[in-house]
């Protein structure tokens, strides 16, 4: 790692982070040629050279394109076979079963395959496992009832690339198996007719960044070529990145190549508003402006995943296939009502968790680098969510385990350059847990009686040394250093041109040197609201999110009337016809 002064000399901020200028002196380089060769604003260019742009390709980064990002879709193991099973499935007009996750990514690649098979007149039975009663992958009991329905295809979509017994199972039925996955995969792989998947050991794509609509998408653009060549017309696959969107946005992978692109054309297809379900969600969620990529993550996203956590885990793809405005309503309603529900279960899980977490550092004689916290009682669809803020509060992976009904299953969030689905697929191999997996940024796990603290200290012992270098590399990457006057309308829709952001393609974070902090409000929900003042008089709107009672939002009451280094990001508020730059702080620096 190229060294990087503190930005601003800040060497320990309110959330104890250095600041570091996101560009090295290279970067800094490059971000002045794409700005001269390009005629880019300077704050632009770095932003782009920031996130891996450089002079020969940023007219392709200012404008992802699917024409120029897609590969060949048989560049990935086992989909020149996939295609051709598929293919004669349709052909024949044989019964086809889709077997998906319960969560955004299960719903859309369900809904996306789905979708397409209706296409043809085709009518595949659906099913999404409950959470509780079934758990995570393919299961023996429901690929029965598949079969019984007269199933003679079973497709698992984002899930299955561990399931041997369950598909082993379908197979000795008489079904033939196909996967279509994105997980990380154990060597050994599960005897069937086709797995895709490019983070098999075996892959050689280079698409593992995909999440499973991801992989999906690229099967059906090989099968509409396929198809084609017997004289069958498939859908306008273009028409279907509204799905493909949510699910990698929702799924956290990188926002990167091919993903860049999906996204950026999703979003443009959504702001159409054809698919009446998807309209129906972003009615409940009171989205009424185009969307962005921001909004499927933190708005329509968690509604759908709502019901895989709390409710019925099949509403999220029933929604999304629904062509009856009134089932679409009903449905994004009670999605909705399941998403407040969430909430107030999260809040409640969240204060012991986090007491658990501080109980944890505090006591130890070395702070724990890998945090483990469990709960009796506690409703294992939340686990995750309570996971990933331990995650961003403690800066450090963080596994929430829930021991519900006898059953002790977990899930865990990392940070960048820990590898934690590797982590939990080894302490499988290793007996300390029943089973699990997921890919570097999350990961599931069920554990045997008692085990908890075995598997802490699994992790502890694995993960360790990766989490200190991580942690220590932390500092704050800020990309420009700017005063109030500069956020206007114009800037922030200026560096959209860099999105859409998200996980690999982070968020501009802007400095605010020297700025006097005005008014301070606690909000509900524990956000604060400030007042940011500039040398020059100009203020701006800022939001300290979730903050109250927290080092950031001590912080920010310690300093009213006083000046500080402020960081975060800016973005358009559109409220009652009004558009206005609001701030979103994410570190303050006392002078």
């Known amino acids: 790692m190229n060294h990087r002064p503190p930005f601003l000399k800040v060497t320990r901020s309110a959330l104890q982070r250095a600041w570091a200028d996101r560009l090295d002196a290279e970067g800094a380089r490059r971000a002045e040629a794409i700005a001269d060769i390009h005629g880019l604003p300077n704050t632009l260019a770095r932003i782009l050279a920031g996130r891996g742009a450089e002079v020969t390709n940023t007219a392709d980064f200012l404008e992802p394109r699917l024409k120029s990002a897609m590969p060949d879709p048989l560049v990935m193991l086992d989909?020149?076979?996939?295609?051709?099973?598929?293919?004669?499935?349709?052909?024949?007009?044989?019964p086809i079963a889709i077997f998906g996750d319960y969560d955004v990514d299960g719903a859309c690649s369900a809904a996306l395959l789905g979708g397409y098979l209706r296409h043809f007149g085709l009518r595949p039975f659906i099913h999404i496992p409950d959470r509780l009663t079934e758990g995570y992958g393919p299961n023996s009991e429901a690929i029965r009832g598949l079969k019984a329905e007269g199933a003679s295809l079973l497709i698992c979509v984002d899930c299955g690339t561990s399931g041997h017994a369950p598909l082993a199972e379908a197979k000795a039925l008489g079904m033939d198996v196909i996967v279509l996955d994105h997980h990380q995969a154990p060597l050994e792989l599960p005897a069937i007719d086709a797995l895709v998947n490019p983070n098999r050991q075996d892959d050689l794509s280079g698409l593992g960044h995909l999440c499973a609509a991801g992989v999906v998408f690229l099967v059906l653009a090989g099968l509409n070529r396929a198809l084609r060549e017997q004289g069958l017309a498939g859908p306008d696959l273009l028409r279907e990145l509204d799905v493909v969107a949510l699910a990698t946005v929702a799924d956290v992978v990188p926002l990167t190549g091919l993903n860049r692109a999906y996204v950026a054309q999703g979003l443009k297809v959504m702001k159409n508003r054809e698919r009446i379900g998807l309209a129906a969600l972003a009615d409940v969620s009171r989205l009424d402006s185009a969307p962005e990529a921001w909004h499927l993550g933190y708005l329509l996203g968690p509604r759908i995943n709502a019901g895989g956590r709390i409710g019925d885990a099949a509403l999220g793809a029933r929604l999304l296939l629904s062509d009856n405005p009134e089932e679409a309503r009903r449905i994004a309603e009670t999605l909705d009502g399941l998403n407040r529900e969430r909430q107030a279960v999260e809040e409640a899980m969240l204060l012991e968790a986090e007491a658990q977490a501080l109980l944890a550092l505090g006591l130890a004689e070395e702070d724990r680098e890998v945090l483990v916290v469990a709960g009796e009682g506690w409703h294992p669809g939340i686990v995750g969510i309570i996971a990933g803020r331990l995650k961003e509060r403690f800066r450090?992976?963080?596994?929430?385990?829930?021991?519900?009904?006898?059953?002790?299953?977990?899930?865990?969030?990392?940070?960048?350059?820990?590898?934690?689905?590797?982590?939990?697929?080894?302490?499988?191999?290793?007996?300390i847990a029943l089973k699990g997996g997921g890919h570097l940024m999350a990961a599931g796990v069920t554990l045997p009686p008692g085990g908890v603290v075995a598997f802490a200290d699994f992790l502890e012992q694995r993960l360790a040394p990766s989490v200190r270098i991580a942690r220590a590399e932390d500092a704050l990457s800020i990309d420009a250093a700017l005063s109030a006057e500069s956020l206007t309308p114009d800037f922030v829709t200026g560096i959209a041109r860099a999105g859409p952001f998200g996980s690999g393609n982070p968020e501009p974070v802007f400095a605010l040197p020297s700025h006097r902090v005005a008014e301070v409000m606690e909000l509900r929900g524990g956000h604060l609201k400030a007042n940011l003042v500039s040398t020059g008089g100009t203020r701006i709107e800022a939001m300290a999110f979730r903050a109250a009672g927290k080092p950031l939002g001590d912080a920010l009451l310690a300093a009213r009337g006083e000046m500080v280094h402020a960081a975060g990001t800016a973005s358009l508020d559109q409220w009652g016809g009004r558009v206005k730059v609001s701030f979103r702080l994410v570190d303050l620096a006392r002078l």
């Open 396 to 431: 450090r992976p963080a596994f929430a385990i829930a021991a519900y009904e006898g059953a002790l299953t977990g899930s865990g969030r990392s940070i960048v350059g820990v590898d934690l689905g590797g982590a939990v697929r080894a302490s499988v191999e290793a007996g």
């Open 79 to 94: 989909a020149e076979r996939a295609i051709a099973r598929l293919a004669e499935a349709i052909v024949s007009r044989e």
